[in-house]
């Protein structure tokens, strides 16, 4: 059963760029949530989407932006690069959203 | 809001020994809690998973347990081996106005454990 897939692995970009990041659920998963991780503020969620509806968000400015498609991958975007915004962004997929949370591997941001 | 504390933030121990994590939380309505484990650069690993309803569960070498009245859990490491050494995370799932928390868990800040052989 494969896990939880996210692309790209790295990330290079200069401030004011902007990223898309991609996660693929678990086969059969409908939920998928994001997650910043960074030394200072460790894990901080981001959003979570269930059948392609944005259904929770966390406290993050509008630079960062999700959608999910109709097969549940998820991609995440974040416009206007800053150089806090360096990060391992994580997402998360379950069945419905309510516990039992697989993770990837991450994507490793880096605002140079 | 939920608050979520670990202690200790980091756990040097000799390979063998037995060890405690300890997780608290501000606010006892959850849903549930989860361990998780993360090596360095990595995602992160589930270990176990406690539902509100129960008080503990296990897994080979590890056991967690919950007590949601006092806002507590703690991860039971037994017989500690150099491959445990990682960061140890607890998260907990609350609820939100409309009865679940949609994928948002509330994270420690971690205990990173060594382990000498």
């Known amino acids: 059963k494969a896990g939880v897939t996210q692309t790209p692995r790295y990330l290079i970009k200069t401030r004011g760029q902007q990223v898309t990041l991609s996660c693929s659920p678990i086969s059969g998963h409908r939920s998928v949530s994001w997650y910043q991780q960074t030394p200072g503020q460790g894990l901080q969620f981001l959003f979570e989407y269930f059948s392609e509806t944005q259904r929770n968000k966390g406290n993050f400015p509008g630079r960062f932006s999700g959608r999910q498609f109709s097969n549940s991958r998820s991609e995440m975007n974040v416009s206007t690069l800053e150089l806090g915004d360096s990060a391992l962004y994580l997402c998360?997929?379950?069945?419905?959203?309510?516990?039992?949370?697989?993770f990837g591997s991450g994507t490793r941001l880096t605002v140079v | 809001k939920q608050e979520v504390t670990q202690i200790p933030a980091a756990l040097s121990v000799p390979e063998g020994e037995n060890l405690v994590l300890n997780c608290s939380f501000t606010d006892s309505a959850i849903y549930n809690l989860q361990w998780f484990r993360q090596d360095p650069g990595k995602g992160l690993t589930s270990l176990l998973l406690?539902?509100?309803?129960?008080r503990e569960q296990t897994s080979g070498r590890l056991n967690a347990s919950l007590d949601k009245s006092s806002g507590r859990s703690t991860l039971y490491i037994a017989a500690s081996q150099p491959g445990d050494s990682a960061t140890y995370l607890c998260a907990v799932e609350g609820y939100n106005a409309g009865g679940t928390s949609y994928g948002k868990l509330t994270f420690g800040q971690g205990t990173i454990l060594t382990v000498h052989p």
């Open positions: 406690i539902q509100s309803s129960q």
């Open positions: 998360a997929s379950s069945y419905t959203g309510e516990g039992g949370y697989t």
